[in-house]
């Protein structure tokens, strides 16, 4: 990487930083007598700092998006030539990346055959949950209007998405919220009562129907599912719970949207999360990796049949979708995801996350046989997670300011950058995550949990 930025530009974007810029996720008092983390470069799992300070990223920019790792001049080339031949038109109107990006999306994702652009997961989720209620409207009166999600899954910061939030910390001063979303219990094993019955998936799943027998099938529209639960704590499902998920649907007439925010372009190793357990989905949505990050690109995806329930003559003026999203007319979103499509496939990275995803699920066994501090260990792909407990026994969780003193153990002696549950829940923010990009190696991955090896050694010693 080149020279980090210094002397008085730094000092002034700092100065400026603090005195502007409002951070996300972030409480602003310490920054009166701190400066900000300022990230100025990166190279492929390497980020600098403005002060010069190299650091290993293993949370993929922090929030699970840069799945092809920095500095991909190819992708950066590519959103240029297309900025400067045509940057922009309402997706009123077509363009050529957007037409070919979805070419190539649909070829991955059999079964589903519409792609919707927008320009975050959040919104990609609201329009899948606007399709419902349009279709609640033009079909029955508006009565299959209520949409289901699931304790622990996120599916986004608005206040419709945190409507359908199983994350109460994330949702409390924000509400009142938006009606007609209806939870439904978690499918975590680790945290059932009944967790290790190998029928555990097909119960979990059934507590779902419970609540569409309850709210009444002709008034349910939807349910949403995270593949695997991200922020909320990194959760597989059970065997056995997305076939009867799947059953379920299909028997109440209930749409099933899929959120691959997070697990979507290859991160667990297929290109989609859906597709490890034989899901055939209505709606799929996703965001983060599908340009990573190098360009702002959400999609909405359905099946044909889904599309088809909004054709109609001319004359039917409120029958049609009338939603827009400004920013899904850019045209470097889909410039960007094709060119990481490219990479994907022509450097093999989904057998890269397969064969290093179990390289470090080896490594984080051993952290667990080292420490009884590590409850549990989860994940598929590049995509993991552990959670800390007080005891094995009793489970029960530490405190968040274990998780905190971990990450910044990681980030202050090691360099390396993890993640962890965050102002998620009252009880159980104690879940470290990791999810470094696509084109990880062995020698990363050794450098990541040596890190995390010395931060639990440090707590395990306080």
């Keep these: ?98 037409a070919l990006f979805a070419e190539k999306l649909i070829e991955k994702m059999p079964g589903l055959g519409r792609v919707y652009y927008s320009n975050s997961g959040s919104e990609a989720n609201e329009k899948g949950y606007k399709l419902v209620r349009q279709l609640a409207a033009l079909k029955n009166d508006g009565r299959k209007h209520k949409i289901l999600y699931r304790d622990r899954d996120y599916h986004g910061t608005t206040i419709t998405a945190l409507a359908s939030c199983g994350q109460n910390q994330r949702k409390d001063q924000y509400g009142p919220f938006t009606p007609g979303f209806v939870e439904v219990p978690h499918c975590m094993a680790y945290r059932a009562p009944n967790g ?56 109440y007439g209930v749409l099933l949207h899929i959120d691959e925010v997070v697990c979507g372009m290859g991160r667990t190793g297929k290109w989609f999360g859906y597709q490890h357990y034989g899901v055939k989905p209505d709606v799929v949505t996703m965001a983060k990796g599908v340009a990573s990050g190098y360009a702002a690109i959400s999609v909405t995806v359905t099946t044909e049949d889904l599309f088809r329930e909004f054709l109609a003559e001319p004359a039917e003026r409120m029958h049609y979708f009338r939603d827009i999203s400004t920013f899904g007319g850019c045209t470097g979103g889909p410039a960007a995801a094709l060119e990481c499509m490219r990479i ?119």
């Design 1 to 98: 990487m080149n020279k980090a930025v210094t002397g008085l530009e730094s000092a002034r974007i700092i100065s400026e930083d603090k005195a502007h810029v409002w951070h996300h996720l972030s409480q602003h008092k310490p920054l009166e007598t701190t400066d900000p983390l300022v990230i100025v470069e990166g190279k492929g799992l390497r980020v600098k700092d403005i002060n010069g300070r190299e650091y290993l990223d293993a949370v993929s920019g922090g929030v699970w998006t840069v799945n092809v790792g920095y500095g991909r001049e190819s992708i950066a080339d590519a959103v240029r030539e297309q900025l400067a031949k045509m940057c922009y038109f309402a997706n009123t109107a077509g363009s050529v990346p957007g």
């Design 196 to 251: 290790d019955d190998p029928d555990y998936g097909v119960q979990a799943a059934r507590e779902i129907e419970k609540v569409i027998l309850r709210e009444g099938p002709d008034t349910v529209g939807s349910l949403i599912l995270e593949p695997i639960t991200a922020g909320g704590g990194v959760i597989p499902p059970p065997e056995g719970y997305f076939e009867t998920v799947q059953e379920i649907c299909g028997k």
């Design 344 to 462: 994907i496939e022509e450097e093999k990275l989904l057998d890269n996350v397969n064969a290093m995803g179990d390289y470090l699920m080896d490594l984080l066994r051993g952290l667990m046989d080292k420490y009884p501090m590590v409850g549990d260990v989860r994940g598929k792909g590049l995509f993991c997670g552990l959670e800390l407990v007080k005891d094995r026994a009793s489970k029960a969780p530490v405190d968040e300011s274990v998780a905190a003193a971990v990450v910044a153990h990681c980030l202050r002696e090691s360099n390396v950058m993890i993640g962890r549950t965050n102002r998620s829940f009252d009880d159980f923010n104690n879940t470290l995550c990791l999810s470094p990009a696509l084109v990880c190696t062995r020698g990363d991955l050794d450098e990541i949990v040596g890190a995390i090896d010395r931060a639990l050694a440090a707590q395990a010693s306080a």
